[in-house]
């Protein structure tokens, strides 16, 4: 009886790790969606931009390492954001087979309208900036042991 109150338990919704993650992603999503549609990007669109604003330039496989995004998600995506002005993807001068991603003068032009995003994002969470720093750390700890789990597993 303990063990079926204990697997019941262990399935509840409520009580899932990965489910407050989810959700809290959700939440997250719903508070950038105006945000970032009136500067006409989606959320990955916008990590992106955020890393290209930091280091312009980057091939097209840098970007998905940073962002922790294949190259199937990564490429449509730019290929998009190509078409909308704000980057361009063109061939390495010395090395054909690599390809990076430029910002055009659009899309450096939006960061100063960005700017403000990420106090918003901090304030709507109603936590203190240096317990949100702690937060981002524990997260970052979790995904580079999932990371290293997944690759054990292979």
């Known amino acids: 009886m303990q063990q079926e109150q204990a697997a019941t338990i262990d399935l509840d919704l409520e009580s ?3 489910f ?3 959700s809290t992603t959700l939440a997250l999503g719903k508070l950038y969606a105006p945000v970032l549609a009136g500067l006409g990007l989606t959320y990955p669109q916008y990590l992106v931009m955020l890393v290209l604003w930091q280091e312009d330039g980057l ?3 840098a970007l998905g390492e940073q962002l922790h ?3 199937g998600t ?3 995506m730019l290929k998009r954001m190509e078409q909308a002005g704000l980057v361009r993807r063109c061939r390495d ?9 430029e910002l055009t003068q659009a899309g450096r032009n939006l960061r100063p309208h960005a700017v403000g995003i990420p106090c918003a994002v901090a304030a709507a969470t109603s936590l203190p900036v240096d317990r949100l ?10 995904r580079q042991a999932l990371e290293a789990d997944a690759v054990g597993a292979d």
């Open 16 to 18: 899932q790790f990965c």
């Open 20 to 22: 407050a993650l989810y």
């Open 59 to 61: 091939t097209v496989r």
């Open 69 to 71: 995004l294949n190259s």
């Open 74 to 76: 990564l490429t449509p």
């Open 93 to 101: 001068k010395k090395d054909e087979r690599l390809v990076r991603t």
């Open 133 to 142: 720093v702690q937060l981002k750390g524990e997260l970052e700890g979790i």
